[in-house]
């Protein structure tokens, strides 16, 4: 039942920000912890951040000290702001919601991050 909406993607050149957002349909995102996804071409989807219903969060190496997750559950939305971004971040971003490190919603469209050098 639950739906996901990504949205904020656009391109960017290196160094610069951008504020992802993740809209979902449904008042169980309350109670999950959400995460952060991408998937550049050729390349497996992977976890980039995650937060928990509690508001502990949890980074990949690869975006720690650039990337900050966060949710406004009133709002049904999850964002990630992506600073300081690299090209190496070109992917299109996805978000779902975790239970024993697994998605569990059905996945959106995705938000496309081009990050130019």
């Known amino acids: 039942q639950v739906q996901l909406v990504e949205s904020g993607g656009g391109l960017v050149q290196a160094g610069g920000s951008l504020r992802l957002s993740c809209a979902a349909s449904?008042?169980?995102?309350?109670?999950?912890?959400m995460g952060w996804y991408r998937q550049a071409p050729g390349k497996q989807r992977e976890l980039v951040a995650t937060?928990?219903?509690?508001?502990?969060?949890n980074y990949a190496d690869s975006v720690e000290g650039r990337f900050t997750i966060s949710r406004d559950d009133a709002k049904y939305t999850a964002y990630l702001q992506m600073d300081s971004l690299k090209p190496e971040d070109t992917a299109v971003y996805y978000c779902?919601?975790?239970?024993?490190?697994?998605?569990?919603?059905?996945w959106g469209q995705g938000t496309q991050v081009t990050v130019s050098s």
């Open positions: 779902n919601g975790m239970r024993i490190a697994t998605p569990i919603f059905s």
């Open positions: 449904g008042s169980i995102f309350k109670i999950v912890t």
């Open positions: 937060i928990t219903k509690g508001g502990n969060t």
